[in-house]
């Protein structure tokens, strides 16, 4: 199994790839700015890629090479080496990004059938509320009240107790370890 450091976004692997990123951006002669506006994405995503913060769908590594090998040419590097720059970002590993990249990458805990985070979505249902209805009771969003049940999140001890408030009191039987 991988170590968690270095497959978890900021991990090891993603700052080594986003250095590799970094300095054919650098080689070209480009700053981060202007490697956005040839790519076509946010300044953000480019330093987040740098950072190891982000991983690159398929689009956008595309649309950063095509960039690389545009600014060989423009920079005087010379089209060969815009060319050098291109296939090297295309060979750097990059894990594929899941499908929701928002949140993470961490793994849910607890979500089989009858787990803490299954229990908690059965007693909320046996009430006849919705996840928004639980949250405006508890005075949180209702993402936050979503993840607790999907698994993403462990509830305190304190909060627990205002959940049995709403829910009743079966929430304090659950087991979030």
Same mark, same amino acid.
């Given at each position: 199994?991988?170590?968690?450091?270095?497959?978890?976004?900021?991990?090891?692997?993603?700052?080594?790839? *986003?250095?590799?990123?970094? +300095?054919?951006?650098?080689?070209? *002669? !480009?700053?981060?700015?202007? &490697?956005? +506006?040839?790519?076509?994405?946010?300044?953000?995503?480019?330093?987040?890629?740098?950072?190891?913060?982000?991983?690159? *769908?398929?689009?956008?590594?595309?649309? &950063?090479?095509?960039?690389?090998?545009?600014?060989?040419?423009?920079?005087?590097?010379?089209?060969?080496?815009? %060319?050098? %720059?291109?296939? %090297?970002?295309? =060979?750097? $590993?990059?894990?594929?990004? @899941?499908?929701?990249?928002? @949140?993470?990458?961490?793994?849910?805990? +607890?979500?089989?059938?009858?787990?803490?985070?299954?229990? &908690?979505?059965?007693?909320?249902?046996?009430? *006849?509320?919705?996840? /928004?209805?639980? =949250?405006?009771? !508890?005075?949180?969003?209702?993402?936050? @009240?979503?993840?607790?049940?999907?698994?993403?999140?462990?509830?305190?001890? /304190?909060?627990?107790?205002?959940?049995?408030?709403? !829910?009743?009191? $079966?929430?304090?039987?659950?087991?979030?370890?």
């Amino acid at each position: 199994m991988p170590d968690p450091a270095e497959t978890a976004i900021g991990g090891s692997r993603h700052i080594a790839q *986003g250095n590799a990123l970094r +300095n054919l951006r650098i080689k070209q *002669g !480009l700053s981060q700015s202007e &490697l956005a +506006n040839a790519a076509r994405v946010s300044l953000a995503t480019i330093v987040k890629l740098e950072r190891g913060e982000r991983v690159p *769908g398929e689009k956008v590594k595309e649309a &950063l090479a095509e960039a690389l090998e545009k600014a060989g040419g423009e920079a005087g590097t010379g089209a060969e080496a815009g %060319a050098e %720059a291109a296939a %090297a970002l295309r =060979a750097i $590993d990059w894990p594929p990004p @899941y499908a929701a990249q928002s @949140y993470n990458y961490r793994q849910p805990i +607890n979500v089989e059938a009858g787990g803490p985070a299954d229990q &908690l979505k059965q007693l909320r249902l046996a009430t *006849g509320l919705t996840q /928004s209805q639980v =949250a405006m009771k !508890l005075g949180i969003t209702e993402q936050k @009240y979503a993840r607790f049940e999907r698994g993403y999140s462990r509830p305190s001890e /304190s909060f627990l107790k205002d959940l049995a408030r709403v !829910l009743g009191e $079966d929430v304090k039987k659950i087991r979030f370890e």
